[in-house]
């Protein structure tokens, strides 16, 4: 739903993200690769499950914080994506300071060394108690995390989507949306291109076959970019 609003209106899309604090300490881990499977299947997004068992990260709490020190430099947005992805189809165990920091090099225009500091800074804190504060505020029902979980719950978002075929832009094709994005799920190809069905997954392999597109396999589903 948010590659489709931001395909169809742009640079006109503003995101404003509060961390929920998804868990101070994962207690149960197999339960929550539960959660993960379950959300994968649902939402057919990619996620690798086995981190649960191998090597579950402690908190969430600590990915919650480089969020907020991204967004010091208005980069959440693609910083909270970039960790998503480590956590739920790398593996990558995403809990402490140089795991974050090195998930920081992979996100174009970010400042690694600002965003070391401001990650350790007392004002990173404060920003992201507030967000727990807001989100408990409003009753926040915290869903099982997955890589699309930016407005898995949200039924604003939906309705603005339902609506927004009253102002097209014309949406992009498949190639050009992952020339647009780093990385997409074919659900997300589905939304932003308007491709429901087998269309989505028929281009990407099209462009795949053509070495214009490249899939990245995990045990739930692929991200592609381009080639």
């Not at 409003?138 to 930016?150: C, S």
Request: aromatic residues 6%; hydrophobic residues 45%.
């Amino acid at each position: 739903m948010l590659r489709r609003l931001e395909a169809e209106f742009g640079d006109e899309v503003r995101i404003t993200y509060v961390m929920g604090g998804l868990a101070r300490e994962f207690e149960r881990p197999v339960e929550t690769m539960r959660h993960v499977i379950d959300a994968a299947a649902a939402t057919q997004m990619p996620a690798d499950p086995r981190l649960w068992l191998e090597a579950p990260p402690k908190s969430s709490y600590p990915a919650s914080l480089a969020v907020k020190a991204a967004g010091e430099q208005g980069l959440e947005g693609p910083y909270l994506r970039r960790v998503r992805e480590a956590l739920m189809c790398e593996r990558v165990k995403a809990d402490n300071t140089d795991a974050l920091t090195a998930l920081a090099r992979d996100v174009p225009g970010l400042d690694v060394a600002r965003f070391a500091v401001d990650l350790g800074s007392n004002a990173i804190v404060e920003r992201f108690g507030a967000d727990l504060e807001t989100a408990r505020g409003a009753g926040a029902q915290m869903p099982a995390f997955i890589l699309a979980g930016e407005v898995v719950a949200s039924d604003a978002i939906r309705a603005a989507v339902a609506g927004a075929g009253a102002r097209p832009q014309g949406l992009p094709s498949v190639e050009e949306a992952l020339r647009r994005w780093p990385r997409l799920a074919v659900p997300e190809v589905a939304a932003a291109c308007d491709a429901p069905g087998p269309r989505a997954p028929a281009e990407l392999w099209r462009l795949a076959l053509e070495w214009r597109a490249r899939p990245t396999s995990f045990v739930t589903g692929d991200l592609w970019s381009a080639a």
